[in-house]
């Protein structure tokens, strides 16, 4: 069945480092991938997402590019603030199949500190 | 706006009881879920529904029910066959017209607590 595997966290930087979160998957067909963020409390928003290979989705300083070859679609941000401390999530939605592709896989998700 | 309206909260029940989470979307969006979240979990899928008076069952779906009667309108049933029910529960929803492309929508989340 299709899984995303996220680097272990929590993940502590200073303000204004450079941020990799890793994230792998196994998929059956072609999924899409999907960045989420989640604050304190509240449900999860969507951070940016990729459809296809090669593709890079990019949102508020974040990128990410879907690698098929190394089944990947890291997260990057190359100066964070404190106002990016969340917990991130990786996520594909296959398209194998029935009704596969109406659902989301999700990561466990790393929890992000940045210090002043 | 439109968007996805979890009620409440916060939710607490005695062990043994029912309990039942509202969800409420103005998207017009055709399909919903519901996951659930455990700290170092990430999200585990209970149920979801693609269109009104259909769902399936997801990854985690014993001990619970769910109902889709309006297509705005996904409550779900935490009975009390669940054995370890406290956690917070998650509600999201997406257009069918794009399938997998489209991201989900999520609710505030209700966090069930059970003493």
């Known amino acids: 069945g299709d899984s995303v595997t996220q680097m272990e966290g929590p993940v502590t930087l200073s303000e204004e480092a450079f941020l990799t979160i890793n994230c792998t998957y196994t998929?059956?067909?072609?999924?899409?991938l999907f960045w989420y963020v989640q604050y304190p409390g509240e449900g999860l928003q969507l951070l940016l997402k990729a459809t296809k290979a090669d593709d890079k989705g990019s949102n508020k300083g974040f990128e990410a590019t879907y690698r098929k070859e190394t089944t990947s679609f890291h997260l990057e941000k190359g100066s964070v603030q404190v106002s990016d401390s969340a917990v991130y999530f990786c996520a594909l939605s296959d398209n194998f199949g029935g009704t596969s592709g109406s659902r989301l896989t999700f990561g466990e998700g790393t929890q992000l500190t940045v210090n002043p | 706006d439109g968007g996805i309206t979890q009620s409440p909260k916060y939710l607490f029940r005695k062990e043994g009881q029912n309990v039942t989470l509202s969800c409420e979307q103005n998207l017009n969006h055709d399909a919903m879920y519901w996951y659930r979240q455990d700290p170092g979990q990430g999200l585990r899928l209970i149920y979801y529904?693609?269109?009104?008076?259909?769902?399936q069952k997801g990854d985690i779906a014993e001990g619970y029910s769910v109902s889709r009667e309006k297509k705005e309108s996904f409550p779900l049933t935490v009975t009390s066959a669940q054995k370890n029910p406290t956690a917070f529960y998650l509600c999201?929803?997406?257009?069918?017209?794009?399938?997998?492309?489209?991201?989900?929508?999520f609710g505030n989340g209700t966090r069930l607590t059970v003493t």
């Open positions: 999201a929803s997406r257009p069918s017209v794009d399938g997998y492309n489209s991201p989900l929508h």
């Open positions: 998929a059956t067909g072609y999924p899409s």
């Open positions: 529904s693609q269109i009104v008076n259909d769902f």
